[in-house]
């Protein structure tokens, strides 16, 4: 495309492979599937007057020198990405899977000096809504034995199970819950709550203490329509 400027880089990187500093600084990011990214690197040296993005060492995403417009290199980065050039910051719409890896910054400053920069971007899907599944609930006297397990369909996911004050302490926070409740400890809901480093999302089972089971939230629905519905004939049958 620009044969005279290609030659000239491809002499000026090999002249400065000697120089070229590669920081300790380097960065990452964890970032949710769908999201737009921008991938900043903090302490890059101002007027550099060559910058280049690539995805590993393989593919240029884009180049840019000073006085010029961003060039974008045709890639599958080519629609999806916008440099500015005045903070060398890579903006990213909608990052999948595709986009995980690592990313280098190379700038060249005016003194002919090269620095590289690495972040690594994490692509990851939000976690997908956990569902309670009772494995067991037991009255034994006043007191009552529950087994609950929370089922997800990714394993690698935190679990924090709450009740009316609070959450469980930290030795009974796994995918399966085990207690003996008490009179003085019992509670009227036990949620599941699942989170990775991008979200997180919860599942409810409603009781009436000890251990009788009231409603899960999707059956609050439906008994919130019954009444309003038997309320209605009611309503109708009395006008
Ligand atoms: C990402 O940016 C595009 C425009 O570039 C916009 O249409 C879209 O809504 C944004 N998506 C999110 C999740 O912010
Ligand atoms: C960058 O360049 C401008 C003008 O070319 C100069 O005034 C400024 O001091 C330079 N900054 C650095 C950090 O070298
Ligand atoms: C070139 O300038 C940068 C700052 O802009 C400085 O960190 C670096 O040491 C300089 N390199 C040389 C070879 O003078
Ligand atoms: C509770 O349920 C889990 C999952 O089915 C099971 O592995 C575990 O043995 C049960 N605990 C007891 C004490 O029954
Ligand atoms: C499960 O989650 C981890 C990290 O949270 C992610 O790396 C992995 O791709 C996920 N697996 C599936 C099948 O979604
Ligand atoms: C409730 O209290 C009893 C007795 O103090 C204790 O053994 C039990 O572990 C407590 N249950 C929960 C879920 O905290
Ligand atoms: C459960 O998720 C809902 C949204 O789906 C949220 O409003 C609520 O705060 C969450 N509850 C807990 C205990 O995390």
């Not at 400027?5 to 500093?21: A, C, G, K, Q, S």
């Not at 060039?71 to 980065?77: E, K, V």
């Not at 690698?156 to 469980?168: A, C, I, K």
Request: with cysteine.
């Amino acid at each position: 495309m620009y044969p005279r400027r290609w030659e000239l880089y491809l002499t000026l990187d090999i002249l400065l492979l000697p120089l070229l500093v590669t920081s300790n600084q380097d960065t990452s990011q964890i970032v949710m599937s769908g999201s737009n990214v921008s991938l900043q690197i903090s302490e890059i040296p101002k007027n550099f007057t060559h910058l280049t993005w690539l995805h590993t060492t393989k593919q240029k995403i884009v180049e840019w020198t000073l006085g010029e417009t961003p060039n974008y290199f045709q890639s599958r980065f080519k629609d999806k990405v916008i440099l500015d050039p005045e903070s060398a910051v890579l903006h990213i719409k909608e990052v999948g899977k595709e986009e995980n890896g690592i990313y280098l910054l190379r700038v060249l400053m005016q003194n002919g000096s090269e620095k590289e920069r690495k972040i690594t971007l994490k692509v990851i899907d939000p976690v997908p809504k956990p569902v309670i599944k009772i494995e067991k609930i037991q009255k034994l006297d006043d007191n009552c034995y529950l087994n609950l397990s929370c089922l997800t369909q990714n394993e690698s996911v935190d679990y924090l199970w709450y009740r009316d004050s609070g959450p469980f302490s930290k030795e009974l926070q796994r995918s399966v819950l085990e207690v003996i409740i008490n009179p003085q400890n019992q509670s009227k809901f036990y949620t599941c709550q699942v989170s990775n480093p991008v979200s997180s999302k919860n599942d409810t089972l409603y009781f009436i203490p000890p251990c009788d089971l009231a409603q899960s939230s999707g059956v609050t629905q439906i008994a919130d329509w019954l009444m309003f519905t038997v309320l209605t004939t009611l309503g109708l049958l009395f006008t």
